[in-house]
């Protein structure tokens, strides 16, 4: 018997039109490139509610320039979110490009990392994660709006305060979008100088664990006391079995805190664990164990809060047609675009945890997320930008 032939996805530009296109992005390739580090160069820690609402008043004006109509929605806590809508010609759903404008680096990186050009590489804090992502939502609106004369569909842009640290206060916000749209294109950096896609993501939670011991002099009276510095040490030993690599289930201790003083049994002492699972399956299994520790020192009381933050991105139907219609964009260009399976979660894993069709990764090509060689690589940018417009057009 033979094998069902599939349908290709198809694009709504003739094939025609994609050389010319990506000439046009060419052309543009250092207004990318500026609009990059103008929003590098507005610092956005998450913890800085004054910081992130700077880059957010620079964006509006960005977006609302290219005729959309922008919406804050404001947070005590954590910088305000910035939804804008685009009307489109055609009644359809709206598609969502989905990011955020808060980084990891805190206010003064710039002096010593600044923004700079080096051997076809635009470096600074944030240019991959996820700034030059913004830069590619602006410049593929505009695309739009010159071939057609408007977008050919609505879409719906909305960048987030507080990715870099849960997205509490924007969660919500970002499902009830994606309820409404027909999928969700996530602008974060792609994976790897391949520039795959991203079609997977691990879930990702964060638990706490904290130890109550009894204090004595450490000299005078050291049986007396019970030491959570020490029952705490039994406890990750006992959690470190729970890691699954070969299934991708992970468990780390990353930050360890406890004690007083050297002559002092210690108190108290806490754990913060980071939590990854590749299937939201594993949640409850992996959330039962941690909540079931026991102390092995009677002496001691645990307490162990937190939880899975992020279920998986997992590779389903909707993930796979959107992917597919990205190859079809790819392939006017001769370009064989990759699929990655990730361990970082990102807000797309709520998006795609709800049943949307969503595709993640669709942002910057570079490295070094995060850190202090972080870049991203000039050149790749033009064809970025064209796969975001014609998937724009095609979802």
């Known amino acids: 018997?033979?094998?069902?032939?599939?349908?290709?996805?198809?694009?709504?530009?003739?094939?025609?039109?994609?050389?010319?296109?990506?000439?046009?992005?060419?052309?543009?390739?250092?207004?990318?490139?500026?609009?990059?580090?103008q929003l590098a160069e507005i610092e956005s820690p998450s913890d800085n509610k004054a910081a992130v609402d700077r880059i957010a008043a620079f964006a509006v004006l960005k977006f609302e320039a290219l005729g959309g109509t922008a919406h804050f929605h404001r947070s005590q806590e954590f910088g305000d979110s910035l939804q804008i809508d685009f009307q489109g010609?055609?009644?359809?759903?709206?598609?969502?490009?989905?990011?955020?404008?808060?980084?990891?680096?805190?206010?003064?990186?710039?002096?010593?990392?600044?923004?700079?050009?080096n051997d076809g590489r635009l470096h600074g804090p944030g240019?991959?994660?996820?700034k030059s992502g913004i830069a590619l939502m602006l410049h593929a609106i505009a695309a739009l709006k010159e071939w057609?004369?408007?977008?050919?569909?609505?879409?719906?842009?909305?960048?987030?305060?507080?990715?870099?640290?849960?997205?509490?206060?924007s969660r919500k916000i970002t499902e009830a979008l994606a309820r409404q749209s027909a999928g969700v294109l996530v602008l974060e950096p792609a994976a790897g100088l391949r520039g795959a896609v991203k079609t997977a993501?691990?879930?990702?939670?964060?638990?706490?664990?904290?130890?109550?011991?009894?204090?004595?002099?450490?000299?005078?009276?050291?049986?007396?006391g019970h030491s959570?510095?020490?029952?705490?040490?039994?406890q990750i030993t006992a959690i470190a079995t729970f890691n699954n690599l070969r299934q991708g289930l992970s468990v780390n201790a990353g930050v360890i805190q406890g004690g007083t003083r050297s002559n002092v049994v210690a108190a108290e002492a806490s754990v913060t664990l980071d939590v990854r699972i590749k299937r939201a399956q594993q949640a409850p299994g992996i959330d039962r164990k941690l909540r079931s520790l026991k102390p092995i020192d009677k002496h001691c009381q645990l307490d162990i809060t937190g939880g899975i933050n992020r279920l998986p991105m997992e590779r389903t139907a909707g993930v796979i047609a959107l992917y597919r219609k990205a190859q079809a964009v790819a392939r006017q260009l001769d370009w064989d675009l990759?699929?990655?399976?990730?361990?970082?979660?990102?807000?797309?894993?709520?998006?795609?945890?709800?049943?949307?069709?969503?595709?993640?990764?669709?942002g910057g090509v570079g490295e070094g997320a995060h850190a202090l060689h972080e870049y991203i690589v000039?050149?790749?940018?033009?064809?970025?930008?064209?796969?975001?417009?014609?998937?724009?057009?095609?979802?």
Request: aromatic fraction near 6%; proline fraction near 7%.
């Open 228 to 234: 959570a510095i020490l029952e705490l040490a039994r």
């Open 378 to 395: 000039i050149s790749e940018l033009p064809r970025r930008a064209l796969l975001l417009a014609g998937m724009i057009e095609s979802v």
């Open 89 to 117: 010609r055609e009644k359809r759903k709206p598609v969502l490009l989905l990011g955020h404008y808060d980084t990891v680096y805190p206010l003064g990186t710039l002096a010593a990392m600044p923004c700079r050009i």
């Open 127 to 130: 240019v991959l994660d996820m």
């Open 201 to 224: 993501r691990k879930g990702v939670g964060e638990y706490t664990l904290r130890v109550k011991g009894v204090a004595a002099h450490a000299g005078l009276d050291p049986g007396k």
């Open 1 to 37: 018997m033979s094998a069902r032939k599939k349908k290709t996805p198809v694009t709504t530009a003739p094939s025609s039109a994609w050389p010319g296109r990506l000439r046009y992005f060419e052309r543009r390739q250092d207004e990318i490139v500026e609009t990059t580090r």
């Open 338 to 362: 990759e699929e990655a399976a990730v361990g970082g979660g990102s807000d797309g894993n709520f998006t795609a945890g709800l049943g949307i069709p969503t595709l993640d990764g669709m």
């Open 148 to 169: 057609h004369g408007d977008l050919p569909r609505p879409a719906t842009v909305f960048l987030v305060s507080d990715e870099e640290v849960g997205s509490y206060s």
